[in-house]
């Protein structure tokens, strides 16, 4: 039995370990352990969307276990407080683990430069304690301002320092601004009472980007009001300022994002170091004084060949490593080649708010700048994959609600227009409707079908047999209950007119016909028995979904069957201008309407609560989790074990 350890579930670590669940998912003699003090995961690169209020407190959270559920990764809730390298033993106050090969995760935390008072009395944004922290600091400041009466203390109330200006101080701001706005409605006041600044000893904010994104974001940050100091030496933090080199800035409120170093635990490990607290290893990511032990995320300190700086500290630094750290121990054990880690960084995002950001993205040897609505387009895809990586289906759907679906105040880079919402009984007329008119199409054919099988006038004739329009009439007139020619254009078949069907694009005709040659036609141009079949099975589905959507059961599935159908019948040249409104009307059904008397109230609820206990689906995230409520998104979910500094496990 090989044992392996991963300490720290940050980002290097739950990719290190889905990677080697992969790998070892048909070996029993291995074993997996992840260690982490606290049971989730936390998305570290959205933590000011918690701070600021966009996002409600679960969305930067995913549960480790659920993670790893049917997995061979077993999650371990505990505090390591030291590694014995000569023992393979991991250390904490109450438990000894073994280990055969080591990863460790164990991310950074905030640095102070020895800058007295900021480790004292200012917040930090580096874990979701912090987040949530932060975020009630802003609101209660903006509450007890609005009871002081003297101006001297509200203006110090509504000041809000934040520094270091790299990407963790702009973020924070950008979205600062925006939950400023929020607030001072809430609270009646004035935008101008309310005084944000981002201050940094470098010459220029975003340090690390072109100077063309630079001088973009200084002017998006300006117009939002936000004060930009540089090159401002930085010499101290008391309780309620910030000492600038000659000024002093009054602020009850000061965030300290200018810088991170090794977790307290790597700081105290015996192997080699360089950076701040950053562990050295070879190019196959193994510690150089430990061919077991292995390094991911932010505690790497290795210079690629050709370069002269470190790999950064930087998400897909951790996404491309974790990946190779599980082939090397793969490698080892099975006695294959290890492969070194040649890493290829496709650029840097930054979100300034909700609504803005800069990237300058691209491949390692070509990058593009770009701005605005393309940059968090970007950011935003970039977040979907890798969540979908880590916690699928689940994962994504969560984060799509939150960004743009449940959205307050406009606050994602598609504003609010996918975020309007009206109670769903104002859909039940047209629901009722759209179920009837199915049912009547259903019924009113059912005979034809039943009684005259062999007769198709729900499928267009061959070409090869005649005209396709002239044979449409002809399959109509055969059927000895009358069929006017509008049936045989058009499946919803109720008007009593014949009607020009809607015109098909040329390469759709094609394409159907090649698929109608092979299945429903023998060569001659005589229908196939399977056409017969086919024609009998939409009958029977315009009837399920007639009644299905007046009975409200299983509505968006119906609503988009309905559009599915309506979208066969036009690709066949068989729907009349009468099938736009099906299309449109199953579109407006799909989002919940049979919630409103409808059995989908009932049943609904019912089978999410099961479906989500079959072990496969929990295994592919194949569920949804419940939306909070908006107005939740103000109540405080600080748990009560919170702590200040950053978690083990948590690395950026």
């Not at 936390?42 to 997995?71: S, W």
Request: hydrophobic share 40%; aromatic share 10%; glycine share 8%.
């Amino acid at each position: 039995m090989k044992k392996i350890v991963i300490l720290g579930g940050g980002y290097g670590g739950v990719v290190t370990g889905k990677h080697l669940a992969k790998k070892f998912k048909k070996n029993s003699d291995v074993q997996i352990q992840l260690i982490d003090r606290n049971p989730y995961h936390t998305l570290l690169t959205e933590l000011h969307e918690v701070a600021a209020n966009r996002t409600p407190e679960d969305a930067i959270r995913i549960e480790l276990k659920k993670m790893f559920e049917g997995r061979n990764v077993d999650v371990v809730l505990d505090s390591i407080d030291s590694i014995d390298f000569k023992a393979n033993q991991l250390c904490s106050a109450e438990v000894t683990y073994d280990y055969d090969y080591l990863v460790i995760g164990t991310g950074c935390k905030p640095t102070f430069f020895g800058i007295p008072g900021a480790e004292e009395n200012a917040l930090t944004l580096w874990s979701y304690e912090d987040a949530v922290r932060l975020k009630e600091q802003v609101r209660t400041m903006f509450g007890l301002a609005s009871k002081e009466t003297d101006a001297d203390k509200r203006r110090k109330m509504l000041s809000f320092v934040v520094v270091g200006a790299g990407f963790t101080g702009i973020e924070l701001i950008g979205e600062l601004s925006e939950y400023r706005d929020e607030l001072c409605r809430e609270y009646n006041f004035d935008r101008a009472d309310v005084r944000l600044v981002v201050a940094d000893m470098a010459p220029k904010i975003l340090p690390i980007l072109p100077d063309k994104l630079i001088e973009k974001s200084a002017r998006y940050l300006e117009k939002r009001g936000v004060e930009i100091i540089t090159s401002a030496k930085i010499t101290g933090v008391n309780q309620g300022s910030v000492v600038l080199g000659e000024q002093e800035l009054e602020a009850d409120t000061i965030v300290w994002t200018a810088g991170v170093e090794g977790s307290d635990l790597v700081g105290t490990l015996d192997v080699q170091q360089q950076g701040r607290k950053r562990i050295v290893t070879n190019d196959k990511l193994q510690s150089v004084d430990h061919d077991n032990v292995y390094i991911v995320g932010d505690n790497i300190f290795f210079i690629p060949e050709g370069e002269t700086r470190p790999v950064p500290q930087m998400v897909e630094n951790a996404e491309q490593a974790g990946p190779v750290i599980a082939h090397n121990i793969h490698a080892e054990i099975t006695g294959k080649p290890k492969k070194s880690y040649k890493p290829g960084f496709h650029g840097t995002m930054v979100s300034i708010g909700s609504r803005y950001g800069v990237a300058n993205v691209g491949m390692p040897n070509k990058m593009f700048q770009v701005s605005g609505f393309l940059a968090m387009f970007f950011k935003h895809m970039i977040n979907l994959y890798y969540l979908f990586t880590v916690a699928g289906f689940n994962k994504v759907w969560t984060y799509m609600m939150h960004e743009f679906f449940h959205v307050n105040n406009r606050r994602s880079f598609v504003g609010g227009h996918f975020s309007k919402r009206s109670p769903n009984f104002w859909l039940l007329p047209l629901r009722l409707f759209v179920g009837y008119k199915w049912l009547s199409e259903g019924l009113d054919k059912l005979p034809k079908v039943w009684n005259h099988p062999n007769s198709i006038f729900l499928i267009p004739a061959s070409s090869k047999a005649a005209d396709a329009t002239s044979a449409a009439s002809e399959a109509a007139g055969a059927v000895s209950t009358t069929v006017d020619a509008q049936s045989a254009a058009s499946a919803v078949g109720s008007a009593k007119e014949a009607v020009e069907a809607m015109p098909v694009p040329h390469f759709i005709t094609s394409m159907v016909n090649g698929f109608m040659d092979i299945f429903f036609y023998h060569a001659d141009g005589s229908f196939t028995p399977l056409a017969s079949v086919f024609q009998f099975c939409m009958v029977l589905a315009e009837l399920a979904i007639g009644v299905l959507l007046i009975v409200g059961l299983f509505t968006a599935i119906s609503s988009i069957a309905t559009v599915g159908l309506g979208v066969m019948i036009w690709s066949s040249s068989m729907a009349s201008t009468e099938m736009l409104w099906y299309l449109a009307a199953g579109i407006a059904l799909i989002g919940g309407s049979g919630s409103v008397f409808g059995l989908d109230y009932y049943v609904l609820p019912w089978l999410k609560k099961h479906w989500k206990g079959i072990p496969l689906v929990r295994k592919w995230y194949l569920y949804t989790e419940e939306s909070p409520e908006l107005g939740a998104l103000h109540k405080p979910a600080l748990p009560a074990s919170g702590s200040k500094s950053a978690s083990a496990g948590q690395s950026k």
